[in-house]
């Protein structure tokens, strides 16, 4: 089956800098790549996701890249702010075939 | 997401006690699930239903039980078989399978069990 990593499991920076989190995918014939925020206790919420078809997909100060040759995507935060410390996860899974495998989530912390 | 609703938002239980989780969506999707979180292990799927009548096992389906009677309703069980059932669970429901937009799952409040 797919298996997902996700490194780093924490991250901190400073307000205002950029974030990066990488994930890695077992199965090629996966083609659906999502991300959610998860706030302390809360529930995970949909931020962006991207198919196999695009590259590069933007929202605002978010971003998600995919490289499917090298089986990676990642998660680009631009001007973090406080409000962006949660818990990120990836997921993977092949569209209308297989159900989401996630990653184990990545902590991000945003210092003002 | 706010169409997904997990009752209670905390349980307890007791040795040897079956318990069950109630989750409702009234997004008419076809397609719900189960997962359990711990810390640092990320979300692991229990169990899943694309339609009524129909579920299979997840990753971790040991000591659970589900039923889809209804198309809005998919309850979790913990059974006694559960041996450490401490975790904060969580119910999903998307569109459905092979469905323009199915794959995009969108997740209830979650539940956290514990163990008295």
């Known amino acids: 089956g797919e298996n997902v990593e996700q490194h780093p499991s924490t991250l901190s920076v400073q307000e205002g800098d950029s974030a990066v989190i990488k994930c890695t995918y077992s199965d090629s014939a996966s083609n659906y790549f999502p991300w959610y925020k998860q706030e302390l206790g809360k529930r995970p919420q949909l931020i962006i996701d991207i198919r196999s078809n695009v590259g590069e997909k933007k929202d605002q100060r978010i971003a998600v890249t995919l490289n499917k040759t090298a089986k990676h995507f990642s998660l680009h935060i631009t001007e973090t702010q406080p409000e962006d410390s949660a818990v990120y996860f990836c997921a993977a899974s092949i569209r209308g075939y297989s159900t989401l495998t996630f990653g184990k989530g990545t902590m991000l912390l945003v210092s003002p | 997401d706010g169409g997904i609703t997990q009752s209670p938002k905390y349980l307890f239980r007791k040795e040897g006690q079956n318990v069950t989780l109630s989750c409702e969506q009234n997004?008419?999707?076809?397609?719900m699930y189960w997962y359990r979180q711990d810390p640092g292990q990320g979300l692991r799927l229990i169990y899943y239903?694309?339609?009524?009548?129909?579920?299979q096992k997840g990753d971790i389906a040991e000591g659970y039980s589900v039923s889809r009677e209804k198309k809005e309703s998919f309850p979790l069980t913990v059974t006694s078989a559960q041996k450490n059932p401490t975790a904060f669970y969580l119910c999903a429901s998307s569109i459905g399978f092979g469905l323009m937009g199915g794959e995009t799952q969108y997740f209830g409040p979650g539940t956290r069990l514990l163990v008295l």
């Open positions: 997004l008419n999707h076809d397609a």
């Open positions: 239903s694309q339609i009524v009548n129909d579920f």
